[in-house]
């Protein structure tokens, strides 16, 4: 089975603050990304990595960073917390661009105070 | 533009009361379609992917069907267990992210 591991299940952090969500799969899989998931608004692509040291913009990149230097990492960085970034963030892997399943992490709910 | 609609929002049954939940979508080059199941609080869980019209697959209560415009996943004979949203996305364009529709929350009762 597909293991994709996000490191914090909640984290409470103050406004300004420098977060980090930390991300781990075990397949090998080539393609990681990272989404917010809000009430009313759905799922939405924050950033994606087709390989190491490789980031693409999804469609909501503002006030996010991410790096992956190793395959298996993918963390998705918040240079300096607000409030509208209060939110449920999910990793998710894929083995490759021809292997259409995302297989996503449990989640991790932030509040930003 | 790429869309993904899911309806209805919401569905409530009764336990055995068989229904069946829709997605519509627009896409330029569909390369597969996907159904998720999520749990409060967790993330979803994949359930089927479907890539061609009149393809269908099944999971224990749970089936998927696909046309050029639409998916269904028919509930039969539900249980409390059922209950969960249910996501549908779709796979398109060259980079082959997911476009997602905003789920349908189902709950059933006993």
């Known amino acids: 089975d597909v293991k994709v591991t996000q490191s914090s299940r909640y984290l409470v952090k103050r406004t300004g603050e420098k977060v980090f969500l930390e991300c781990v799969q075990d397949?090998?899989?080539?393609?990681m990304f990272w989404y917010r998931q809000d009430p009313g608004l759905g799922l939405r692509l924050i950033y994606f990595?087709?390989?190491?040291?490789?980031?693409e913009k999804g469609d909501i990149p503002e006030g996010y960073s991410v790096s992956r230097e190793k395959k298996e990492r993918f963390s998705l960085i918040l240079e300096s917390a607000s409030t509208n970034q209060t939110s449920m963030y999910l990793c998710a892997s894929r083995a490759d661009s021809s292997h259409n399943t995302i297989y996503f992490g449990e989640g991790s709910w932030l509040t930003v105070v | 533009e790429d869309q993904v609609t899911q309806s209805p929002e919401a569905l409530r049954l009764q336990e055995g009361e068989s229904s069946s939940l829709n997605c519509s979508y627009t896409?330029?080059?569909?390369?597969?379609l996907f159904w998720y199941r999520q749990d409060p609080g967790k993330g979803p869980e994949f359930l089927f992917t479907l890539y061609s019209a009149g393809e269908e697959k099944e999971k224990e209560r749970l089936k998927a069907t696909l046309t050029k415009k639409e998916s269904f996943l028919h509930i039969t004979a539900p249980k409390p267990e059922d209950s969960a949203t249910y996501l549908c996305?779709?796979?398109?364009?060259?980079?082959?992210?997911?476009?997602f529709g905003k789920g349908t929350k189902l709950s059933v009762k006993p």
């Open positions: 896409v330029s080059g569909l390369r597969g």
């Open positions: 996305a779709v796979h398109a364009g060259s980079q082959g992210n997911l476009i």
């Open positions: 397949m090998d899989h080539e393609n």
């Open positions: 990595s087709y390989d190491v040291k490789m980031k």
